[in-house]
């Protein structure tokens, strides 16, 4: 569809400039992502705060999630979340089997080390949502093979 | 219809408090402001039993109503009644009616559940603005606007 191709290649752009900034700014050879991640955030922040408004009251952490995994993915990506794990503890891993951002390359280890540019921004996506909902949390992402990838939760409790 | 409605952040702070009349003196905002406040501590408490009954997680009828955003008329004075309504962002809607008027004495729950609902929405609105920061005040002039609008239309 055409709307989400708009998305896609401006995202894509997002990252073409965070990593053109970074090689001006530091000579160093882990990439910048910091600055990705916060317009992630603040894009989840709101988008929450819309999505949210004909629900009824959350129960718990796990409703939560589990309404970042259906309905707040449904919105971003047009799919849900394949599988979602948790140790009851605080700890959540959500995997999509057919990442968006990730489907148009290559399947094999070609692209796979330029694969964290492009979970960076769903990182801080998930982490605005979820601290909107006060739930505050560190997001990270692990891709193994190529369209898959898995997104891992640790909610910050005081 | 309402005299004054306010938008507190998470942590208790106002975001935004607007009144409407030709009243913009320092003494109707402190009286607005401590309206406003008197009603947080019902709202806690409402906030409070829905949380445990959802704990204890029985077949309970009311839950549903429970789980709902609005929470109906938190406090009454003599003058005034407040109702509530608290987002899942846990962001408060807060709106005072006069009692002493003839069209804030017989309101009806519905017609103050769709004008809070109103308020959620141009709220949700508000935020988007890429240059307001989460946990701001709201200092838009749009906002204020729509929402002096949204407190006349219902009288």
Not at chain 1, 134 to 154: L, R
Not at chain 2, 78 to 90: C, Q, S
Request: net charge neutral; with cysteine; proline share 2%.
């Amino acid at each position: 569809m055409a709307d989400d191709i708009v998305f896609e290649l401006l995202h894509s752009e997002i990252i073409n400039y965070a990593m053109e900034q970074s090689k001006d700014n530091s000579e160093k050879k882990e990439a910048d992502l910091s600055i990705v991640e916060y317009i992630g955030f603040a894009a989840g922040y709101k988008v929450m705060e819309r999505l949210t408004r004909e629900w009824s009251r959350f129960k718990d952490e796990l409703d939560t999630m589990k309404f970042v995994c259906t309905d707040f993915w449904t919105c971003i990506y047009k799919k849900q979340i394949d599988n979602l794990r948790t140790n009851h503890q605080g700890v959540y891993v959500l995997q999509d089997n057919a990442f968006r951002f990730l489907t148009n390359f290559s399947n094999g280890q070609q692209y796979l080390e330029y694969a964290p540019r492009y979970v960076a921004y769903t990182c801080g996506l998930i982490r605005g949502g979820l601290a909107n909902l006060s739930i505050n949390s560190i997001v990270t992402a692990e891709v193994q093979s190529m369209p898959s990838c898995k997104f891992h939760i640790h909610v910050q409790r005081v | 219809m309402a005299v004054c409605v306010a938008v507190i952040g998470k942590d208790n702070s106002p975001l935004y408090i607007g009144g409407i009349g030709n009243d913009t003196g320092t003494d109707n905002e402190l009286s607005r402001q401590w309206l406003v406040h008197t009603a947080l501590d019902a709202l806690e408490e409402r906030l409070a039993t829905t949380n445990t009954n959802n704990a204890a997680a029985g077949t309970n009828t009311a839950r549903a109503d429970l789980r709902d955003l609005y929470l109906g008329l938190l406090y009454s004075t003599d003058t005034h009644k407040i109702y509530g309504y608290v987002t899942n962002t846990r962001i408060k809607l807060v709106l005072v009616t006069s009692s002493t008027s003839p069209s804030g004495s017989n309101i009806r729950d519905a017609e103050v559940r769709t004008a809070l609902r109103r308020l959620h929405a141009l709220y949700a609105d508000a935020i988007c603005n890429p240059f307001h920061l989460p946990g701001d005040q709201i200092t838009s002039p749009k906002f204020d606007k729509q929402v002096k609008s949204l407190m006349l239309n219902n009288v």
